[in-house]
């Protein structure tokens, strides 16, 4: 649910937003990491800002929330509080009832933490299901909260309707024709994700995944990552041909640097020759000039 929660944010936080029936308009995914006054290292589920200079922090939950998630939010709520200019709501996405859920904590010694409870009731849930299976079974076009249910109704559905909602969603996303393409790829990834963890069966799965295409739907994330393997590889191959162009530049250098060397040397035998020349006794003048000669010559 976390996994799924938080990609569905990261790519769809619009429309999910709108689902949840938020205040304000939905801007921009934050950052998610906390360092709290007590040196631990906390992690968000998601935050972003929205419209009206206000963070929402929510947090997901499949079990009850107590004392101590309770006290983690507070811990998320200071942290943001201190290192943004801007107020901060705290939500829990909750699997169970808000009844049976703890309802506030001291933020300060003044300053209650009471967070607002997204929840589903299975129930309501049915029913936006056999909603979206109507309009799409007489080819209508889903509104944007049903669409947007195809993607949540898999992630909030309690254990015992799980199996079932996630199959249902699975068919009814291969029949409608009028989700937008990007859209639909990224609501086939999120159900992916729930497909794990509500289908036991393998076999089930398999067919599941199928039915969604998911091969052919590669998600964001995927694309993504693909172009910055791409652009990775590109930046090695231009580096590849940078130093072997490099090395065929030294290689020149050698080999021009080796012929200098051959002539230096020619020349230090030529000079050492004249010098053998001049310096023996033996040989006298008209010869010594006329060996000179031959010698400046063959040079």
Sequence with gaps: MDVAMKYAFLVLGKHIHEFFDLEGEYCYNMGTEVITPGKKNLRMDVVYYRSDNIINNIENQTTLVDEEKLKAIAEYAKFLLIYNSALVNSYVISKVDPEDCMKEIGLTETLMLRPGYLYKPEDELLQLLNTIKDKINSNKVLSSYQTS?????????????????????????????TIDFDVKREICFIVDIMIDRNIAD????????????????????????????????????????????KDKELHNKDKELHSKDEELHNMRALIQSVK????????????????????????
Excluded: W
């Excluded at 109704?153 to 291969?174: G, H, M, R, S, W």
């Excluded at 998911?214 to 130093?243: C, G, V």
């Design 149 to 177: 249910g195809l993607a949540m109704i898999p992630t909030l559905a309690q254990d015992n309707i799980a199996e079932e909602v996630t199959e249902d969603v699975c068919y009814l996303i291969e029949k409608d024709q």
């Design 202 to 245: 393998e076999k089930k799965k398999q067919e599941l995944r199928k039915v969604l295409k998911m091969k052919e739907k590669r998600s964001s994330l995927e694309i993504f990552l693909e172009q910055q393997t791409k652009e990775k590889d590109d930046i090695i191959k231009n580096k590849d041909e940078e130093l072997h162009n």
């Design 276 to 299: 053998d020349i001049l310096t023996n006794e033996d040989i006298d003048s008209n010869t010594k000039e006329s060996v000179l000669n031959s010698l400046i010559l063959f040079k």
